[in-house]
Each structure stands twice: as C-alpha cells, then as structure tokens.
C-alpha cells in the first residue's frame, strides 16, 4: 500500500488541492525499465515531490504544476517550488518556478527510458502512469528559446512523486540536448 495525493484545481484558477488517497502497487522487476513515449498529453494542476534536490537548487522538493493559458490542462505550464532553496552560492530563493511543457507536442519522437530503482522509487507501473516534463528556458527572441530534453522530470501522475532523469551517457549519445533548440513552425 502507497500514499497517493490527487490534485485539483481552485475555482479560483490559481490554487491547488490535494487529496490523499491510498493505492496499491507491483514493483517494475529489477533489470527491467519503462519506455514512455512523450505522445502529446495536457498537463494538469498536481502537487509535485522530488524525490531528491533538483539539481543545482539544494532543498528543492516540492512543486505545483500549473497550467498556462484558459482551461485547466494545457500543454505548457510553471512549475512552481513551495521551499525555500539555497544556491550554490549560499543566496537562498523563495520564488523559484521554471517553465515546462510536455514535450510530445513540439518532438513526437521523443521517449525516456525508466529504469526498475527509479520507476519502483516513483511508483511507477507502466508508461501510462508517467507524465515526461521538459523544462524550457525562454529567451527573446522567443524563437531562441530551448528545452531541456536531456534530462527532463518524469511525474507519476497518480502520486506526484517525481524526478529528473539524469542520463549516463552524454548528450551526443543520447541524442537530445540540455539546449535543444525549438522546433520552427515547420517542425524542422
């Protein structure tokens, strides 16, 4: 048995609430992994846990997701952390939040792979219970903007539990960027 939060947008637009409810869970077998797809998916209101520091931001944990735009899922969305967080600096932030989308939307051929620890950690069945962040680093004009498809966050979006992927091999090998530049209007 494992404690699931599930989230739900105010009716003020803004504000999050979660619920905990309970569920129950068989672990991925070890040596195996989740392959997900990042097939276009809205991204809706939840309350987000790391289940480590994100890295190069100490004690940042705890997230809500907020979709942009009208309704209450949409393809982009903040990211916003509730901790208080210290950089490497020693300088602490209390209003850290960074842009993130679903990255099916603008590269229909990009896929993670989960391995057993990590999938077991977020509990994390199949590809189903996955949502696959990409976080965007906006810049103007907004054409320059990138996305990080190297390491994105994967989201259990039953649960919230969550993490970014850190891949072992390098950025050339893996095929996607830490900068990957946006797509054009037409695709390319």
């Known amino acids: 048995m494992s404690t699931a939060y599930e989230a739900r947008a105010g009716e003020d637009g803004k504000s999050v609430t979660a619920t905990r409810r309970s569920a129950t869970t068989t672990p991925v077998a070890p040596g195996s992994s989740v392959v997900v797809t990042a097939t276009p998916a809205p991204v809706a209101p939840l309350a987000v846990t790391l289940r480590r520091d994100l890295p190069g931001f100490r004690e940042a944990r705890h997230f809500v997701l907020e979709p942009l735009g009208d309704g209450a899922v949409s393809m982009v969305a903040r990211?916003?952390?509730?901790?208080?967080?210290?950089?490497?600096?020693?300088?602490t932030w209390d209003a850290l939040s960074f842009l993130v989308l679903s990255p099916g939307y603008l590269w229909p051929d990009y896929r993670v792979e989960i391995d057993a620890a990590t999938a077991n950690d977020l509990e994390v069945h199949d590809a189903s219970d996955v949502a696959v962040l990409a976080i965007i680093h906006p810049r103007e004009p907004l054409e320059a903007s990138t996305a990080n498809l190297y390491s994105p966050l994967v989201v259990n979006r039953r649960t919230g539990r969550a993490d970014q992927l850190?891949?072992?091999?390098?950025e050339h090998d893996a095929g996607w960027s830490v900068a990957t530049p946006l797509p054009d209007e037409r695709g390319e």
């Open 166 to 170: 850190v891949p072992a091999l390098s």
């Open 79 to 91: 990211l916003r952390c509730t901790d208080r967080v210290a950089l490497a600096r020693g300088e």
